[in-house]
């Protein structure tokens, strides 16, 4: 995934993932499907990344402003089809 000129890796490790559905009081699963009907908000985006990234940015909501929305949601549905055992791509 790309911010501001930058390339950043997505790792889902269980932690994470575990603290994405406490924060957002959803399960993955209810939030693939959100992020795949395109109804994900920006502040969900922020947790997702916030929570997976290595090395996160630290301005990121203004990243995500300035980046390509579009490729960032297609990284972290990467991420989720990764999760859920439908590819093996890194991100």
């Given at each position: 995934m790309i911010l501001d000129g930058k390339s950043y890796i997505l790792r889902p490790t269980f932690t994470a993932l575990?603290?994405?559905?406490?924060?957002?009081?959803?399960?993955?699963?209810?939030?693939?499907r959100k992020l795949s009907e395109g109804n994900i908000m920006l502040e969900e985006l922020v947790i997702i990344i916030t929570q997976c990234a290595i090395d996160s940015p630290q301005n990121i909501r203004q990243s995500?402003?300035?980046?390509?929305?579009?490729?960032?949601?297609?990284?972290?549905?990467?991420?989720?089809?990764?999760v859920f055992g439908g590819c093996d791509e890194s991100t």
């Open positions: 575990n603290n994405i559905e406490q924060q957002l009081s959803v399960g993955l699963v209810a939030l693939a995500l402003v300035r980046g390509e929305l579009a490729h960032i949601i297609e990284a972290i549905s990467r991420m989720f089809a990764a």
